[in-house]
């Protein structure tokens, strides 16, 4: 079967325009990438409610910040590498420390901006914006997810930083699917083994589930769209009932979900952990799936790592 | 030294490598590249002194390409002046290049510094320019930034950080295309009266035609000569120039021609009918 494929920020778009309807005070700005990371069609429609700030991701952050401060709902939009790497100070001081209503959307994060090559590729973002104190991060895992977590950032108070993808992937939750900010969803329930995923790649997880099953291995599957707050209760039941864990990230290996995760369980339910992610290199140019394959991303790899993760709760 | 004929004709090859490039690797961005061609023709052709065939030569002046979504005419005045194969043009952007989408320096000799994320060469050519002056070296920085990437907050205080240390040995140069990803600069955000405000900034300012080899021959001479402060040439320019579609439309600035338009864009480069 082969399902619809949308990139995640498509869902984005839809959410801005669908609160642009029913929240006024809903307002969006955007750094010279309108186009690319879809606020252009809240632009579109709501002309008065939205500022273009031109390439100046810092001033963005600020004007953002100014902006809740008034009453209003900003989300500040460009490209991930850039909104959590040139306007970090901006976030962290500003937004943060100051606790201000600002929500933040990082567009073509992990490696999806494949061809512009390593400045572009987002690979840290979740890392750096996870470490903040007050914020909120969540990757969702398709278009239908993006557009649910975008309503729910709106509703909730405090900065909250959502990354996007560039490319289409396959679409594949519903939208009567229950999607609530900081709780994860169990996409396949499992016994030996926990793989732990976020944003797209959790299609890629369920893939690897279903290769692990021809081999009898039962592997959990967690879709951890919030990676922070990190859903504990969820993490704490798969680390009890499976005994090992595999996390995914579409980022450097350091200080993503999967040192969220082991964060969390060293100190209250060792159990064996395999990360999946970028080791501590950056990237090249190619296409995203080319790009996957090399650096190891994709359902087999994740497999590799349940059997080896598995192996290690053995003894 | 070049003939100022014969680096027109080289701004007619490196026109059609950028068009030939970005379409070979169906992505990358023309509309900047366009624009930047005599300015770069003739900074590497009759304006720096550099080895082609030793990148790492010490005594080198350096470019930084602020603007790294515009190495499409970087890569294509480097192999049309011999720093590596006119051939190698077509790996742009593939999996493996050293012509990465952004410009990589671990990937590239004769790549300064990597860039891609706006508004920080100018920052890097003033701390080369202090470390020529604290080696007694008369090499030059030079460093191209776009109109829209002034808006980068970094670029201002670097203004800054020039005229504070009287860096004459730095030459900026301004893509004064008026376009940036959304549209008009002026209308996305403005950055008029330019001129003025780096003038207010206490550097020496060059207007001049940046289509106009001659002019920029003459702009680059005029930095060159000026002492104890630093120059920038703002160098008006067509985004897309040399390619009538192309010409002053934002949608190209990051979008590659498909076969037929490539052909129509060849066709104007080198004049009807000799397009290859
Ligand atoms: C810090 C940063 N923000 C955003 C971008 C995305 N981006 C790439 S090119 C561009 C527009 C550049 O416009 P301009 O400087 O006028 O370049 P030109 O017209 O010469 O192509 C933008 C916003 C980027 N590369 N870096
Ligand atoms: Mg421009």
């Known amino acids: 079967m082969s399902l619809m494929t949308l990139p995640t920020r498509d869902g984005y778009g839809h959410a801005l325009v669908e609160l642009g309807a029913t929240n006024p005070d809903v307002i969006v700005l955007d750094a010279d990438l309108a186009k690319s990371t879809r606020s252009d069609w809240f632009q579109a429609k709501y002309p008065d409610r939205f500022f273009d700030i031109g390439i100046s991701e810092q001033d963005m952050i600020g004007t953002a910040a100014g902006l809740a401060l008034g009453g209003k709902i900003p989300f500040a939009t460009t490209y991930a590498v850039f909104v959590a790497g040139r306007a970090w100070d901006q976030v962290r001081t500003t937004v943060c420390y100051s606790n201000l209503n600002v929500k933040i959307a990082g567009a073509h994060g992990g490696f999806s901006a494949g061809g512009d090559g390593a400045t572009h590729q987002a690979l840290e973002d979740v890392a750096v914006m996870r470490v903040l104190p007050n914020m909120t991060v969540i990757l969702p895992c398709d278009a239908i997810e993006a557009k649910k977590a975008t309503i729910a950032a709106a509703k909730m108070e405090g900065p909250c930083y959502l990354r996007f993808a560039r490319e289409a992937t396959p679409v594949f939750t519903d939208e009567g699917d229950v999607f609530e900010i900081g709780k994860a969803i169990v996409m396949q329930p499992g016994t030996d083994v926990t793989i732990i995923a976020a944003g797209p790649l959790v299609y890629e997880a369920l893939l690897a589930h279903d290769k692990l099953a021809q081999e009898g291995i039962s592997a959990r599957v967690i879709n951890m769209h919030t990676v922070k707050p990190l859903d504990e209760v969820a993490v704490l039941a798969a680390a009890k009932e499976t005994g090992a864990i595999v996390t995914v990230d579409e980022a450097q290996l350091a200080g993503g979900l999967g040192g969220a995760v082991a964060e969390f369980l060293v100190s209250h339910h060792p159990v064996p952990v395999e990360m999946v992610g970028i080791k501590d290199t950056f990237l090249e140019c190619g296409l995203p799936e080319e790009l996957a394959t090399k650096y190891q991303l994709v359902a087999k790899d994740f497999v590799a790592a349940a059997k080896k993760v598995i192996a290690r709760k053995a003894k | ?276």
């Not at chain 2, 510094?113 to 706006?118: E, N, T």
């Open chain 2, 1 to 276: 030294m070049e003939s100022v004929e014969r680096l027109k004709g080289i701004c007619q090859d490196v026109r059609a490598d950028i068009v030939r490039m970005t379409n070979a690797a169906n992505s990358g961005h023309p509309g900047g590249s366009l624009s930047a061609v005599e300015a770069m023709v003739a900074l590497y052709g009759n304006v720096m002194n550099h080895r082609p065939a030793d990148p790492n030569w010490p005594e080198r002046d350096r470019f930084f390409l602020s603007k790294g979504h515009a190495c499409p005419v970087t890569y294509a005045v480097m192999a049309r002046t011999g720093y590596f194969p006119v051939e190698e043009l077509v790996t742009l952007r593939k999996l493996g290049t050293r012509l990465q989408g952004h410009p990589s320096c671990k990937a590239l000799p004769g790549i300064e510094v990597s860039s891609g994320s706006l508004g920080q060469g100018l920052s890097v050519a003033n701390g080369f320019a202090l470390s020529a002056k604290l080696n007694r070296k008369p090499y030059r920085a030079y460093c191209l930034l776009g109109d829209g990437e002034l808006q980068e907050g970094q670029i201002w205080e670097a203004m800054m950080t020039a005229a504070h240390y009287k860096l004459d040995n730095v030459c900026a140069i301004v893509d004064y295309n008026g376009l940036q990803i959304d549209g008009d600069v002026e209308k996305v955000m403005g950055i008029a009266p330019l001129a003025d405000k780096w003038r207010s900034f206490n550097w020496h300012v060059i207007e001049c035609d940046g289509h106009d080899i001659a002019q920029m021959l003459a702009a680059y001479e005029e930095a060159k000569q000026t002492k104890d402060k630093p120059s920038v040439i703002l160098m008006k320019t067509v985004k897309g120039k040399g390619v009538s579609f192309m010409e002053n439309v934002a949608g190209w600035h990051g979008k590659p021609c498909n076969k037929d338009e490539m052909k129509q864009a060849l066709d104007e480069i080198y004049g009807k009918g000799n397009g290859q």
